[in-house]
């Protein structure tokens, strides 16, 4: 029974399935003014997980995602660069897929810029204006009126900003009615570089929440299943789309569950560009592989904050090489051990207890964290008889680890071993094979400077790569 945390009820909750059997999905997309930075990826990998076990489920997900392509921050940007502002929000949504695509997180069925939105837009405005859920500032914008949404906080359980809280300045007015309504739609001020449409409700542009809102209802209608993001997006982003949204439809709830990832910090600090702790996506994978940026995510549980260093970059690396590595000596002893035999009891007992493990972990609202851990269980316990595994064993252990990985949206690619470097591992087995061990031991040096370990196993030597990041 699969169990998910839902922000709004504060607890675990077992997980119903949607009564037309498929799950909507949608989780805040980016805004659209900068390069990628590993705290973002962090939620879209988690939730590209996410996708993914549900579908393992058998689950039809239609997860969908915005894109934030009008926003003060990708003016201010465009102003800087004296271009258009559309000329920065797609030369960043372009870095926003390279990013996605590099870290395969490929679940998104469906993206949707907030642009090609502005009818839904103004038809929601329209309609929150016609029930007094909104009003007019001449010359300044439409806001919503807090007053009339008493619920107003009940995400987030609170009504006031916070210093973790991602805000957008086009919510600031003196003319407001109350301190924390926030902008649906902000009349043009006449400035050259703004952006704005020319709509029924006047010459402007959208605020913020009412994107996704306007977004989800087109694609989803007015209720619809879960709603993801990251935590700092809680308030008040997401409070306001319920707001919006509910005093739009009168139908609540307006999502059944609400999902937040944690803040990523840097050194225990927030990124910013000001601290220079700011670490683009495009940055880490020249160190690592996109892989370890995925389990150095995923080995923490999503609802955690992760406080980023170079030392946990390199825990997840050498994480990544143990199982590589496992693999790696899998297929070693395969084409030895060529024999197939039978798959002995024990060895499936444990492969069935391997998959209980990950299983009940993921069950328990996406506990990637000891998912992961389920891995290292099982590596320890074939290591040690690895060399008496046969070829029909290999086989089952392999397909259910590289299975487990594939949920969690990790890879495997073993590295090569050039040709030059296995010629020099024959030629040393050769040496040792007839007790010439002092050449043996330089053969050995040689190749620990070209980068490559030898390790003398009962089956011959297996050579492998040294902990490069790469
Ligand atoms: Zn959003």
Sequence with gaps: MLSIYNTLSNKKETFERPKKGQIKLFVCGPT??????IGHARTYIFFDVVKRYLSHLSYKVIYLQNITDVH???TERANQERVKPLVIARRYEKYY???MKKLNVASVTKYARATNYIPEIIKQITILLSKGNAYIIQNDGIYFDL???PEYGKLSRRTTEQAEDAISRIDESVSKR????????????GEISEPFWETKLGKGRPGWHIEDTAITEKNFGPQYDIHGG????KFPHHEAEIAQQESASGKKPFVQIWMHTGALLVDGKKMSKSLGNFITVEDFLKTYSPQVLKLLVLKNHYRSPIDYSDRIAKEALIEWDNILQFLAKLNFVKKINKVSKTLSSDIETLLTKFYAEFNGAMQDDFNTSKAISSFHLIINEFQKRIYSLNIKEIKFIEQ?????LNLLGLEVKLPKIPAKIAILGKKRELMRSNKQFIQSDDLRKEMDTLGYTIEDTPLGSFLWPQKTSK
């Design 230 to 233: 990251g935590v700092d997006l």
């Design 400 to 404: 259910r680890v590289v299975n487990n």
């Design 147 to 149: 007053k009339s949404f």
């Design 72 to 74: 003060d921050k990708i």
């Design 32 to 37: 659209v003014y900068d390069k990628t930075h």
């Design 97 to 99: 897929f390279a990013a």
């Design 178 to 189: 109350n301190k924390g309504d926030f902008c649906l739609w902000k009349f043009y001020s």
